[in-house]
């Protein structure tokens, strides 16, 4: 008959088994009217005459009411298809999950990820019956970083002889789970503890080269199978973490028991006084253990392994127990932890030469937010007027003190807002809002950080007075739109930033700064997700070199007194009569403006404009500007 066997464990402890020998479906109770579902871990048969296997309760919503069905074969293999359209079936540890509508052939255990605290381990018929004598695996699920994990089970801490001992081995536990931080210290600590919690001869750390973790590891030696070791401890050694232990390869660690271990997802203990002569690394052993250690993508990253030799068996009178074994497992997690936080402490690192503390608090928790995506981002481009001048006339020690100092004070005005570093060319900050987190208001972030930078730049040239009487500036140029936004640098160097038409229009209107005779340039697009507009100025509808559409384009201002308002609200007035060909009236408002303020410079372009108009009418007026220089 085809059977398969199916373990149902609720937060690591193991709640009920069944034997399925014929297909079953396995998902949440239904909670519509009229359905009679039984509560979790029930099997029933709907109407339709279809065994079901509750998994999850009303509330869970996750898990589908018909997620995918198993059908055990009569090879002693079993089957799995995803009957629902959307959610994947996620396997624990090394496998790929099971896409919608996928169907996969299983001839050894898997694990199916339910919920945060549920899990199903599913083994096929043959597996049943044919697990050596000399290997038995702890029914728990090993611990994951970042997610939630139980104590040990009562009923295996009563077989300690009393209290003290109890107490005693847990302090020890939990002074490896304090100490975690991922450093060669903490790892020697943890195998020193190890051997004295579970009375070792030998602890070994081993780590896979097939997984990210592994770059952030030191290892002894090369890979052999797949493992190397990371750290190793003997009984008697010195406990001091800069003294090592002779060296040892991970061909001295059984493979069998490494093998054994990685497929079946879980602690795994080796006694071989039930299988007559040890085989493979096992020969002189009495007795082993070893406990995967794994990442939060419940990847198998690396293995705690642990043995008794036979000499020291006669010592202790005992095999390792599943207490002992269980000990084991909850000091990989701790490794697995102290792994994790290192992790964890290298990407924050990493992240804080781009983005401000928050975000990068956000992108350590959540690193799918750095994976490519197309978002709608503000972009501001800012480049540093007079910076040929002030070189020459600095030097190169002093330039880059100053340059050094400028930009400083500059990326402070995006990271303060929560914006993006994106990069630094030469005299050029190119920054970004809207990614990777979602901002709403990223718009009036950018904008907000661009009037910072115009103050920031009085209070540069204020500090700089002496050594550069000639004054330096900044233009801004500022546009928001949709990009392609993640890692536009390379395999060898991380450079998070966005691409697309968006940005060509910022970095467009940053150099039109120039042309225009304004600090700060922002398009139509970012203007109208502010939520005021007192600080802004109309200036034209503008064609750029290598930009076939029209852009409305406005001025940001850091001041805005009652004379910058006059001169807003006379300005304005005077381009929208521009614009509907009325020259004779702009002209007329302009001769007003212009002796308050000669030194407007889109005051006297527009009167250019207005008077080229006047004197050669254009066909085809449509009262745009157009650059001739990017």
């Given at each position: 008959?085809a ?12 709640a009920t088994?069944l034997t399925?020998?014929s297909?079953?479906?396995i998902g949440?109770?239904?909670p ?7 509560p979790?871990?029930?099997v ?7 065994s ?6 009303f509330?869970q919503?996750?898990?589908?009411r018909?997620w ?5 074969q009569?090879?002693?293999?079993f089957v799995i298809?995803?009957?629902h ?5 996620q ?8 896409g919608?509508g996928?169907?996969?052939t ?5 694990t199916?990820y339910?919920?945060r605290n549920?899990a199903l ?7 049943m019956?044919?697990?050596?004598l000399a ?7 090993p611990?994951?970083?970042g997610?939630?994990a139980?104590d ?5 801490l ?23 931080n991922?450093?060669s210290?903490f790892?020697?600590?943890a195998l020193?503890a190890?051997?004295k ?6 602890t070994?750390?081993?780590?896979r080269d097939?997984t990210?973790e592994?770059?952030r590891i030191?290892?002894?030696g090369?890979f052999n199978?797949g493992?190397?070791?990371a750290?190793?401890y003997n009984?008697?050694d010195d406990?001091n973490?800069a003294v090592?232990?002779?060296n040892?390869?991970a ?5 069998g028991l490494?093998?054994?271990?990685t ?6 203990v080796?006694d071989t006084?039930n299988?007559?002569?040890?085989t ?14 794994l990442?939060?993508?419940r990847?198998?990253i ?15 009178g ?6 002992e074994a269980?000990?084991?497992e909850?000091l990989?997690g ?14 924050r690192?990493?992240l804080?030469g781009?983005?401000?503390?928050k975000v990068a608090d956000?992108l350590?928790?959540?690193p ?14 800012c480049?540093v007027?007079g ?11 002093k330039s880059?003190e100053w340059?050094?100092d400028v930009m400083s004070?500059l990326?402070?005005?995006?990271i ?7 990069d ?9 809002w809207?990614?990777?987190s ?17 103050n920031t ?5 204020e500090?700089w007075?002496?050594a550069?009487p000639n ?6 140029g500022?546009n928001?739109g949709?990009?392609?936004?993640g ?11 966005p691409?697309?038409?968006a ?7 940053q150099?039109?700064t ?20 007192d600080?802004?100025?109309?200036i034209?509808?503008?064609n ?5 559409e ?7 201002a850091?001041?805005t007194d009652e004379?910058?308002q006059?001169l ?7 381009s ?6 009325n020259f004779?009236n ?8 212009l002796?308050?303020?000669?030194n ?8 250019s ?5 006047l ?8 009262g745009?500007w157009r650059l001739?220089?990017k």
């Open positions: 008959m059977q398969c066997r199916v373990s149902i464990f609720r937060d690591r402890q193991l088994e399925v020998d297909n079953l479906v949440r109770r239904d519509r009217p009229g359905v009679d579902d039984p979790p871990f029930a029933h048969q709907s109407e339709q005459g279809v079901r296997l509750i998994v999850a309760d509330p919503q996750r898990v589908p018909e995918f069905s198993l059908e055990p009569l090879d002693g293999q298809e995803n009957l359209h959307r959610n994947a079936v396997l624990i540890h090394d496998e790929a999950p099971i919608p996928q169907m996969e299983f001839a050894r255990e898997i199916v339910v919920t549920i381990r599913i083994q096929p018929g043959e597996e019956e044919t697990d050596s290997y038995r695996s702890l029914s728990s699920v611990i994951t970083p997610h939630e139980t040990l089970r009562p009923k295996t009563n077989q300690l002889d009393n209290a003290a001992d109890m107490v005693q081995l847990l302090q020890l536990a939990l002074q490896v789970v304090q100490s975690a991922g450093t210290a790892y020697r600590h020193v190890t051997t919690i579970v009375d070792l001869d030998r070994v750390l081993l780590v097939d990210p592994t770059d030191s290892v002894d090369k199978n493992w190397a070791v750290e190793r009984k008697g406990e973490p090592r232990s002779k040892l390869s061909a001295e660690v059984s493979s490494l093998q054994r271990m497929q079946l997802g879980r602690t795994v080796h006084s299988a007559g002569i040890g493979d690394s096992l020969a002189g052993i009495e007795c082993a253990v070893v406990a995967p250690i990442n939060s993508k990847e198998i690396g293995a705690l392994y642990g043995d008794r030799r036979q000499a020291s068996f006669v010592d202790t005992v095999s390792i127990s599943d207490l269980t000990l084991v909850i990989a701790a490794i697995a932890g102290g792994i994790a936080l290192h992790a964890e402490e290298q990407n690192s990493k804080a781009f983005f401000s503390p956000l350590v928790s959540n799918e937010l750095m994976d490519g995506q197309d978002a709608e981002v503000t972009i501001l481009f480049d007027r910076f040929s001048a002030a070189t020459e006339k600095l030097g190169p020690k880059i340059i050094n004070e990326s402070q005005c995006v303060q807002r929560d914006g993006v570093l994106v630094y060319v030469g005299d050029e900050l190119l920054a970004m809207g990614a990777p979602n901002q709403p208001n990223h718009a009036a972030l950018a904008v907000d950080a661009a009037m910072s930078m115009l730049i009085e209070i540069l040239r500090r007075a002496d550069l004054r330096f500036g900044a233009g801004i500022i928001t949709q990009a392609r936004v890692n536009i640098g390379s395999r060898q160097k991380f450079k998070y930033g691409l697309g038409h940005v060509n229009v910022g970095a467009r209107l150099t039109a120039k042309q225009l005779g304004v600090n700060c340039l922002v398009s139509g697009t970012t203007i109208s997700q502010l939520p005021h507009q600080h802004t100025r109309r034209a509808k503008l750029v070199v290598g930009i076939n029209v852009i409305e384009v406005f001025e940001i850091a001041t004379l910058w006059k807003k609200h006379d300005y304005e007035s005077a929208q009569e521009f614009e509907n060909g004779t702009a002209a007329r408002i302009l001769g007003a403006v002796p308050l303020f000669p407007d410079r889109p005051s006297l372009k527009l009167l404009k207005v008077v080229t108009e004197d050669e009418p254009t066909d085809g007026f449509n745009v001739t220089q």
